[in-house]
């Protein structure tokens, strides 16, 4: 694990290195992977930090767009965790594009959002998300929703 | 070193800004999060907030001043800055925030305009008061770092 050498650079590049040894990964692992999608830095650091305490890998990315990309290369993501509104592709995108695809489409995808809309949760729902978490997330709901899931 | 003193007063620093409101129970969750392989974490994920929230407070006075206003990105940035600071636990400017959006969706300006000084305000005041705090646990050094274990 990557000590964390100093300032607020060292969390973000924490996750980049997670990302490239994720690269690298054999099919073996016992410890599953997930891949988080957030494009707050704090919101990224603050779950990758949840999922790393209850001993998961983690891929902490800013983009659906990154997301797809590293899902196009990474043969052993066991769950995705994103949020709802991000730029350019939300997190329901996301989901939607993931469910589409043949490869990708039996990977499991928690949605988080600082807006609890019901007609947002029941879409979400119905295109195929595990779960729907309002933020900010606690550690015992990331818990509960993965441990159910990854089951 | 005597850490019996500093510990009261770091007990009571934080005790004062959950009373008065500057910090809620998602800041807890963050110092929980925080162990040997992660010592700096709080303080680092604060740090990411203030980075993006001084961006956030930049390109939001940028945007009112600018003729016409664009409410829309407005709102998408306000609502940004409300999505950080609700993950780092800092209540008054989640608050502020809320008020700030109000505002940006009646199209009222001069209370944009109010609620942005009062924002910045909050932020300046928030940071000084967690960076005192910050430094008061780096005195108290590593091995006495995790802060859950004498609340």
Redesign the interface.
């Known amino acids: 694990m990557a000590s964390v050498v100093g300032g607020a650079a060292a969390v973000a590049s924490a996750a980049a290195a997670a990302a490239a040894a994720a690269g690298g990964a054999a099919g073996v692992g016992a410890t599953p992977h997930v891949l988080a999608v957030d494009d707050s830095s704090v919101d990224r650091a603050i779950i990758a930090a949840i999922l790393r305490s209850s001993r998961f890998r983690v891929t902490a990315v800013e983009s659906g767009k990154r997301a797809l990309e590293l899902l196009g290369t990474e043969p052993n993501v066991s769950m995705i965790i994103t949020d709802y509104w991000m730029p350019e592709m939300t997190g329901y995108e996301l989901l939607k594009k993931v469910k589409e695809s043949s490869k990708l489409k039996q990977i499991p995808v928690v949605i988080m959002s600082s807006e609890n809309v019901s007609t947002r949760i029941s879409r979400c729902l119905e295109e195929g998300a595990e779960d729907f978490l309002v933020k900010p997330v606690r550690a015992s709901d990331v818990s509960r929703v993965f441990s159910r899931v990854l089951r | 070193m005597d850490y019996t003193n500093l510990r009261r007063q770091i007990i009571s620093m934080k005790k004062s800004l959950f009373d008065q409101g500057y910090l809620d129970e998602?800041f807890n969750?963050?110092e929980?999060?925080q162990?040997d392989?992660?010592?700096?974490?709080v303080e680092?994920?604060v740090?990411?907030?203030f980075?993006?929230s001084s961006r956030l407070l930049t390109n939001i006075e940028q945007a009112l001043e600018k003729y016409p206003q664009d409410f829309y990105r407005l709102d998408s940035l306000v609502?940004?800055f409300?999505?950080?600071g609700?993950?780092?636990?800092a209540l008054r400017m989640k608050n502020e925030c809320s008020m700030f959006k109000a505002h940006c969706n009646d199209r009222n300006l001069e209370g944009c305009r109010r609620s942005l000084q009062k924002m910045k305000r909050e932020h300046a005041t928030l940071k000084q008061k967690l960076e005192t705090y910050f430094h008061l646990l780096r005195q108290v050094g590593p091995p006495e770092r995790a802060v859950n274990s004498w609340k």
């Open positions: 998602q969750q963050l929980e999060l162990d392989s992660s010592p700096n974490f680092e994920v740090a990411l907030f980075k993006d609502h940004q409300k999505g950080s609700s993950s780092i636990g």
